[in-house]
């Protein structure tokens, strides 16, 4: 598979701030990868996320050529749209047509076993459903690459383990590219291809886990103890 993200000898820090948060950071991601970050609060998270999103001001886009859905840190469904209407933004904003922004967005809500909701306001769905609606509507856009920020950490554990269950078997039908922030270190094993540890400020390389490599309880075990302690011994002032 071929590279889908690219980043070489890559430098980013906020525009009124005098310390980098990314230095010379090189980093290659191929089409199709699942990967997790993981690293402590305040290191640069989801500023990656959001320089990948082309949502800051950087060079870095330039040099690549992909399209991506960002799902921030809180679900940003639009309270006063229904759960279609909400599928249906991205559409708007491309210019489809209104009956391609329906249909598109009935196939999609119907995948995600949400059709009978299409009519329900965001405040009438539980936590998991309007955390699905909002993978729904990322996935609508039909991007290369999706950028999921946190996506389940204000879910109840049952819940979220049902996502997880549902976000694998989603993206492993998709074939896209995914970059998923996250806490939680068995989330990231079930998860993702390769695991990347934030453990220095600046950053300016990460510690990369294949997760292939880690076979059986006692091994997956181990690599729980080691990303945690390299993300506890590494603490952001
Ligand atoms: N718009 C901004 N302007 C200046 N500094 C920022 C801005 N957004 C975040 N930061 C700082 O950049 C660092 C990384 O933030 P962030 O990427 O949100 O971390 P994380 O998602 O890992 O918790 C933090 O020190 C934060 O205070
Ligand atoms: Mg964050």
Redesign the pocket.
């Known amino acids: 598979m071929s590279n889908i993200i690219s980043i070489k000898d890559f430098t980013f820090k ?4 005098s ?1 980098n ?1 990314l230095e010379n950071l090189n980093l290659e991601i191929k089409s199709g990868e699942f990967i997790s970050i993981i ?12 320089i990948l999103a082309g949502l ?1 001001n950087s060079s870095l886009l330039q040099s690549n050529n992909f399209s991506t859905s960002y799902m921030p ?1 809180k679900d940003a469904l639009l309270p006063w749209r229904k759960v279609i209407e909400n599928l249906m933004l991205p559409l708007e904003i491309l210019g489809f047509s209104k009956e391609e922004q329906k249909s598109q967005s009935e196939k999609t809500l119907e995948k995600l076993s949400l059709l009978k909701y299409k009519n329900f306001y965001p405040k009438g769905l539980s936590g998991g459903m309007r955390q699905r609606v909002s993978l729904g509507r990322a996935l609508i856009s039909n991007s290369d690459v999706f950028l999921l ?2 996506p389940f950490s204000a879910l109840d554990a049952i819940t979220k383990l049902e996502m997880q269950e549902w976000v694998k078997k989603i993206f492993n039908s998709l074939h896209k590219t995914i970059i998923l ?1 996250t806490h939680d270190i068995e989330e990231a094993m079930f998860l993702s291809d390769r695991i990347f540890v ?1 453990s220095e400020f600046p950053i300016k390389k990460f510690k990369i886990y294949e997760t292939k490599n880690f076979q059986g309880a006692l091994e997956e075990k181990k690599l729980k103890e080691e990303i945690l302690s390299l993300v506890r011994r590494y603490k ?1 002032e």
Do not use: A, F, N
């Open positions: 906020y525009p009124d701030s310390v948060i690293g402590s609060s305040g290191c640069g998270k989801t500023t990656i996320l959001r800051e840190q920020d946190e922030v934030v952001y």
